[in-house]
């Protein structure tokens, strides 16, 4: 295809400019800070060791495991972020903050599952598109339940399980996103 150069970086300025765009967003620091704290050489030795570990698992095994890892870490922070209502409220911006970082580097464990490279300036651009079609529906929940939170035992359940099922959708988008952009290279 003679226009894929142009195609290409086209779609390097659209990813570029949502980076930028975040970047001006109040607030959206932390989103950024936990992009940069990706670790690459930690991601791309804890996905060979995946492999060595389970040599016949396809990808999308590979990422299934992944994606239950993170969950359950992200169910973790949950409850502990809500296990004492009055303290919910205050460990908010925590809770949201460690959450963030696991969905970026599960993100970066499935792109190099499916064999994209992890050191690409363009990973950062995905993260923030997944995390963004993801947060969407995932911060309606979460503020409708907010509430609900506040009561005891409640709060842990519903911090537990929203966590680790917005983890979950993040890692199956990841997925879908990573599989089709593979059949269909741009």
């Known amino acids: 295809d003679l226009h894929y150069p142009l ?7 659209i990813r570029d400019s949502l980076v930028q765009f975040s970047t001006k967003i109040p607030g959206l620091q932390w989103l950024l ?6 670790n690459s050489k930690k991601v791309e030795q804890e996905v060979m060791a995946l492999r060595q570990q389970y040599p016949l698992e396809t990808q999308s095994e590979l990422a299934q495991r992944v994606i239950g ?13 809500n296990f004492i209502p009055p303290l919910a409220l205050t460990l908010f911006a925590a809770d949201l903050t460690a959450t963030t970082a696991l969905q970026a580097e ?24 997944l995390f963004f079609l993801a947060s969407g529906s995932a911060n309606v929940i979460k503020s409708e339940l907010s509430l609900f939170e506040l009561i005891p035992i409640v709060g842990a359940v519903i911090g537990t399980t929203s966590n680790a099922s917005l983890l979950y959708t993040v890692g199956q988008g990841a997925c879908y996103f990573y599989e089709t952009k593979k059949k269909f290279p741009s």
Do not use: N, W
């Open 33 to 38: 800070a936990a992009l940069g704290q990706v």
């Open 106 to 129: 599960m993100i970066y464990r499935i792109a190099a599952i499916y064999g994209f490279s992890v050191h690409e300036p363009s990973r950062r651009g995905d993260v923030l598109a």
């Open 7 to 13: 195609r290409r970086q086209r779609q390097m300025c």
């Open 69 to 81: 890892e993170t969950a359950i870490k992200a169910g973790a922070i949950g409850l502990m972020t």
